[in-house]
């Protein structure tokens, strides 16, 4: 199982950045994707999260109106794209798949890419 991440990078406030995940080894459209972030010296937080047909979606306040998460099921990949960036958005972004297995939730992550918003 593998989930690389990719995409992060320095950028000036008010820039926009774009995540993406490339998965493989699992059966990647049975699987709810989401994205969180750990910044320095705080817990990781989800950022948003994205339904295993990608009918749904749902982001933290913090991110609303300026995140999009996708999917492509065909491609494996699931993608982030950030807008309006702002210096609390620095953190180490990671990409996450979960699925519950006969009552067992299986959780896979990321080795996460580091975004720096900053001048």
């Known amino acids: 199982v593998q989930l690389v991440e990719s995409g992060g990078g320095l950028v000036q406030p008010g820039g926009s950045l774009r995540l993406s995940c490339a998965a493989s080894?699992?059966?990647?459209?049975?699987?709810?994707m989401s994205w969180y972030r750990q910044a320095p010296g705080k817990e990781r937080e989800l950022v948003a999260v994205?339904?295993?047909?990608?009918?749904?979606?749902n982001y933290a306040d913090s991110v609303k109106g300026r995140f999009t998460i996708s999917r492509d099921n065909a491609k494996n990949t699931v993608a982030l794209q950030m807008n309006s960036l702002k210096p609390e958005d620095t953190a180490v972004y990671y990409c996450?798949?979960?699925?519950?297995?006969?009552?067992?939730?299986?959780?896979?992550w990321g080795k996460g890419t580091l975004v720096t918003v900053s001048l």
């Open positions: 996450n798949a979960q699925i519950i297995q006969s009552k067992d939730m299986v959780v896979y």
């Open positions: 994205i339904t295993s047909a990608g009918d749904s979606t």
């Open positions: 080894g699992f059966t990647f459209r049975s699987y709810v």
